[in-house]
């Protein structure tokens, strides 16, 4: 079973360049998440999906976008990244907010 | 917003006993608590879903205190693969339906 995947585990950026992180589970989970992991800031959420084809916002959504057109991917984007964005991204997923999510096994990016 | 722990950090021997409380100033749907060892994603502890709901997870529980807005989680007789860091997550319903948000982390060390 995979599970949540994210996809690039590793990734180091320019200032100013672009990139799209994947996020795809097989459980068939309606909810997916996206937060980063700063040190001493916890888990901070970017954006969540309740379902196919809808997005909100979540704590700290400035500088990102997501899409979800299938309901088992949940695609972030950085159009223009900054040395702030520098952190690690995971993904979730759950069938609700009142059932365990799963996550991914993160990814580090380095915006320089 | 974020839940708030406290402690931020506890340190142990083995066999001692802590408390991790967890507290939101909205209305709480359900309270989620996590482990996260250094370099992993977190993992799922257990999940709360009504006020004065305990659960037990061998010698990990915790307990849900819907007027007060807050949850505890409780380690008793500490071992050294509890060293890790800590997380509770609230969701939130009405408009924020399907938001889960995360608090800071408590920082758990357990020496021999």
């Known amino acids: 079973n995979a599970g949540v995947t994210q996809t690039p585990k590793f990734r180091v950026l320019k200032t100013g360049q672009s990139m799209t992180l994947l996020c795809a589970q097989d459980m068939n989970h309606e909810y997916m998440y996206w937060y980063r992991q700063d040190p001493g800031m916890g888990l901070r959420l970017i954006h969540y999906s309740v379902g196919e084809g809808t997005t909100a916002k979540g704590e700290v959504p400035d500088g990102y976008n997501v899409s979800r057109l299938k309901k088992q991917n949940f695609l972030l984007g950085l159009e223009s990244a900054a040395p702030s964005q520098t952190s690690v991204y995971f993904c979730?997923?759950?069938?609700?907010?009142?059932?365990?999510?799963?996550f991914g096994q993160g990814t580090r990016l380095t915006v320089v | 917003q974020q839940p708030v722990q406290s402690p931020q950090a506890v340190i142990l021997r083995e066999g001692e006993d802590a408390v991790i409380n967890c507290s939101s100033s909205?209305?709480?749907?359900?309270v989620h608590w996590y482990r996260q060892k250094h370099g992993e994603a977190p993992v799922f502890l257990m999940i709360?879903?009504?006020?004065?709901e305990q659960k037990g997870h061998e010698k990990i529980s915790a307990s849900f205190n819907e007027k007060k807005q807050q949850s505890s989680l409780y380690l008793t007789a500490s071992q050294l693969s509890y060293s890790g860091t800590y997380f509770c997550?609230?969701?939130?319903?009405?408009?924020?339906?399907?938001?889960?948000?995360f608090g800071q982390g408590t920082i758990l060390t357990v020496h021999p």
């Open positions: 909205k209305a709480l749907y359900s």
């Open positions: 709360l879903l009504k006020g004065g």
């Open positions: 997550g609230t969701a939130a319903g009405g408009t924020s339906y399907g938001k889960l948000t």
């Open positions: 979730a997923s759950s069938y609700s907010s009142r059932t365990e999510a799963f």
